[in-house]
């Protein structure tokens, strides 16, 4: 059985940090693509950020170019963000995604509220 699952959200100030991990399993991990994607309130999926297999290839949305970093560990079969300089309009849940035998598999969401 696939299983992503997302921590590390919360609540902090604008212009904190904050750092997200997937912990994933199910599947051949460091052999698979991954990315972030983020569900801001009433409001469609955002893709964030791409990392693949081998983290020779990774990709930001502009939105967030510069602030966030995704990052990963084969051998821990995770893939992280780290969130930095948050701004209000970051406030989101945020789900790691694996596209796997022509599906997507997300996780549960881990809720980011940034606000003062």
């Known amino acids: 059985e696939v299983q992503l699952v997302e921590s590390g959200g919360g609540l902090v100030q604008p212009g904190g940090s904050l750092r997200l991990s997937c912990t994933a399993s199910?599947?051949?991990?460091?052999?698979?693509?991954m990315s972030w994607v983020r569900q801001a309130p009433g409001k469609g999926p955002e893709w964030v950020s791409s990392?693949?297999?081998?983290?020779?290839?990774?990709s930001y949305a502009d939105s967030v170019k510069g602030r966030f970093t995704i990052s990963r560990d084969n051998a821990k079969n995770t893939v992280n963000l780290q969130m930095n300089s948050l701004k209000p309009e970051d406030t989101a849940v945020y789900y790691c995604?694996?596209?796997?035998?022509?599906?997507?598999?997300w996780g549960q969401g881990t809720q980011v509220t940034v606000s003062s």
């Open positions: 990392i693949n297999s081998r983290s020779g290839s990774i």
């Open positions: 995604k694996a596209i796997l035998w022509g599906r997507d598999y």
């Open positions: 199910g599947f051949n991990f460091a052999t698979r693509d």
